[in-house]
């Protein structure tokens, strides 16, 4: 079958060079133009089906004037050029480096694949900035040691964060404030005890002091009638007596290598309601594991027991198992119930330990017992009595015995051979030329 332009020269089959593109008047439909109809019948039906498929783009484009060269230059005819195109979502942003794409991924799956240590140090703070506070520790403990991460996740748990007092270090900061708050709300009997042993392998290389205002007593079932109607004289809210005391920190304690500070409050805060004396109650079963607790730490400089009922059994306990430890430099057993006998184990306690700070404030009196202690001592410095009824003459005394301490630490200080150089100190080994 003959082909429809067989028989055409080849002039007949394509439009000349001169109408490669249709100069259409100015204010003319480019889809109705006369002098696109008017040329060759296959190149025209080509032309015009192709603007067909793009008039929508064509119409929300106006044309663009062109200047022609030639005769009708000046006849107000312009040429239609278009580009459309093909990708919708093309922009003109810049592809991301490889690096980027890379540490995106690290942060996005930090948790299940931890890459750190492998990074360059630009990079590793780039990952840093955009980790999530809420990592789990078991991931982020020993891994990450950059102060700024530790910082965003203390603000991010703790609007007020006083981190001073906890050696300047955010991630000591962090580990011990989160120890604390987990004794805080520890219930024998109720909580596993295994929430905070978990958390040593985690923290015991930055947690140097603990302070715990709060410990919780096991909780108490009501007691069942053992007849169907109970009697008149019983108290309908009767309670059975626990069973087990409080938290027993001889385990915490003994993984906690770097341990300085302890500072403990036996009883309940915000209790409402609810009051009653036996949640300030520091038991002898506590009063036990504690002293064996304290006397193995041997890291231990500063213990506090305040505001628990301690008398004078349970005082001379924990004073015994203070005798001769090697690092204890302040002791504070204010607002107690301490009476003569505690008084006198405090006063033995001074000549047979290095303390420098001891504080009775809020005791029963014992100054008489406290002078035969201090005569002997040379290193304690600081000595509060308020509220504890000690007599003037013996609070004058005990004053005197620390000014004099007081004054050998201040020559010890000053003495010359603490701060000249071999070179220039005097002595038989180098006499003064």
């Not at 840093?128 to 520790?137: E, F, G, I, V």
């Not at 309908?236 to 770097?258: K, R």
């Not at 005082?315 to 090697?326: M, Q």
Request: aromatic share 6%; net charge neutral; glycine share 6%.
């Amino acid at each position: 079958m003959p082909r429809p332009d067989e028989g055409h020269p080849v002039s007949s089959r394509f439009p000349p060079a001169s109408h490669q593109y249709a100069e259409i008047p100015n204010n003319t439909d480019i889809l109705s133009s006369q002098p696109v109809l008017n040329l060759h019948p296959g190149p025209v039906l080509h032309y015009r089906s192709r603007f067909e498929h793009r008039s929508t783009a064509l119409k929300a484009l106006g044309p663009t004037p062109v200047k022609t060269r030639g005769p009708n230059s000046g006849a107000g005819v312009c040429r239609m050029r278009r580009i459309i195109a093909e990708d919708a979502e093309w922009s003109l942003a810049i592809v991301p480096l490889l690096t980027e794409l890379c540490i995106q991924n690290i942060i996005k799956n930090f948790q299940n694949n931890p890459i750190l240590k492998q990074l360059l140090p630009e990079h590793q703070r780039k990952v840093l900035n955009y980790l999530s506070p809420d990592l789990p520790l078991a991931v982020t403990a020993n891994l990450i040691d950059d102060e700024s991460y530790w910082h965003r996740c203390c603000m991010h748990r703790w609007p007020v964060c006083h981190v001073d007092s906890h050696g300047g270090s955010w991630k000591c900061m962090f580990f011990e404030r989160h120890l604390e708050n987990l004794l805080k709300h520890f219930i024998p009997g109720t909580t596993d005890a295994a929430v905070i042993l978990d958390l040593l392998p985690l923290c015991r290389n930055y947690v140097h002091r603990i302070r715990v205002d709060q410990f919780l007593p096991p909780l108490r079932l009501p007691s069942r009638s053992r007849s169907g109607d109970q009697s008149d004289s019983s108290s309908e809210g009767e309670m059975d007596e626990p069973t087990i005391d409080h938290y027993q920190l001889n385990d915490l304690v003994a993984g906690l290598s770097q341990l300085e500070e302890l500072d403990l409050v036996y009883g309940v805060k915000d209790c409402g309601m609810n009051f009653e004396w036996n949640l300030f109650l520091f038991t002898y079963r506590d009063c036990h594991s504690l002293a064996a607790t304290i006397k193995e730490c041997h890291t231990l400089k500063i213990f506090r027991l305040t505001r628990s009922k301690v008398d004078d059994d349970k005082a001379r306990i924990l004073i015994r198992s203070l005798l001769d430890h090697p690092a204890l430099e302040e002791l504070d057993l204010s607002h107690n119930l301490i009476g003569d006998r505690g008084v006198r184990a405090a006063a033995k306690l001074l000549s047979h330990s290095r303390l420098r700070v001891l504080n009775l404030a809020n005791n029963q009196d014992g100054g008489k017992q406290l002078l035969e202690g201090i005569s002997d001592n040379r290193t304690l410095l600081e000595f509060d009595l308020r509220l504890s009824g000690v007599a003037q003459e013996s609070e004058y005394l005990i004053g005197q015995a620390l000014c004099a301490n007081r004054e050998a630490a201040r020559q010890r200080a000053l003495n010359a051979s603490h701060f000249m150089s071999p070179l220039t100190a005097k002595g038989p080994e180098n006499p003064l030329r």
